[in-house]
């Protein structure tokens, strides 16, 4: 996959951060938070119907640091889930399964943020960032089934805004609504008796949708509860082929259409040096 996106936009922002930490017009801060969400993943035919599904809790930890300067503001962020889920569906010559799926989701993004002066009775700015996600899908094995690891890796694009519609004292509350657009999606798979394989997903336009409420305590250190929705939609892969050690076979591969549907909960506290 081609890195020279997102190491442009990370050099970019450290650069413009270096100048202003030199002339010491630069306010950090940094963010360190726990997470748990509903975590929903299905798999559909080219018919529609339901291939498989898998679904359950993920606790999750996440880190982020952000700098202030003048009307902009830059954050990177990183986030880590990891759990086991119930997985539903069935094998290749369609008997029902049930089974369990260790699920590890990582993830870093890096955003630049710019505040609208007209809109400062709203906190309003808009926002546009890169990142990248990684997710290992390991499906463990039944009676019947041997496991199977997944391995989905994507950078993506995003754009966005974020609103204060509340402020009273110390306490504020608004929206975060961002656009996630994924750059050449991928799925790695080693099915059993065959080389490894690398499958390129469809793309499709994905979202992002967080209420966020501050408050601060006595020590004034400020926390943030955040509710969340998040969706991934992917789409079908092209089939490829299966090898042997190199050598061609008549067997092919392919990854359905599919979705993620993510409900969660955040609890963040901020320090400031």
């Not at 100048?19 to 969400?37: E, H, M």
């Not at 041997?146 to 950078?155: A, D, F, G, N, T």
């Not at 926390?223 to 079908?236: C, H, L, V």
Request: proline share 4%; aromatic share 14%; glycine share 8%.
């Amino acid at each position: 996959m081609n890195n020279k996106y997102y190491f442009v936009f990370i050099l970019l922002l450290s650069s413009i951060c270096s100048q202003y930490a030199i002339a010491g017009q630069l306010d950090n801060n940094l963010n360190v938070g726990i997470s748990l969400q509903d975590f929903s993943y299905t798999e559909f035919g080219d018919t529609d119907i339901v291939l498989n599904r898998e679904d359950g809790l993920l606790p999750g930890f996440i880190l982020g640091a952000g700098v202030h300067w003048d009307n902009f503001s830059g954050v990177l962020r990183g986030e880590i889930f990891n759990g086991l889920v119930d997985y539903n569906g069935q094998t290749q010559s369609g008997i029902p399964l049930k089974a369990k799926t260790d699920e590890k989701i990582t993830r870093v993004e890096a955003t630049l943020h710019f505040n609208l002066k007209p809109f400062n009775q709203y906190n309003m700015s808009v926002l546009a960032g890169i990142g990248y996600r990684e997710w290992r899908r390991d499906i463990n094995a039944t009676r019947i089934t041997l496991s199977l690891l997944e391995i989905y890796r994507w950078k993506y694009w995003t754009l966005g805004t974020s609103v204060t519609f509340f402020k009273k004292g110390k306490r504020s509350a608004g929206v975060n609504v961002r656009l996630l657009r994924p750059i050449k999606p991928t799925l790695d798979v080693k099915f059993p008796g065959f080389d490894e394989v690398t499958l390129d997903l469809g793309v499709n336009d994905s979202a992002r949708l967080e209420l966020f409420y501050h408050f601060v305590l006595r020590n004034n250190q400020q926390w943030t509860i955040s509710p969340y929705w998040e969706y991934w939609y992917m789409g079908r892969s092209p089939n490829k082929g299966l090898t042997i050690n190199g050598v061609s076979t008549v067997n092919v591969a392919w990854e359905p259409r599919s979705d993620t549907k993510i409900f969660g909960v955040l609890l963040s506290v901020r320090f400031e040096p």
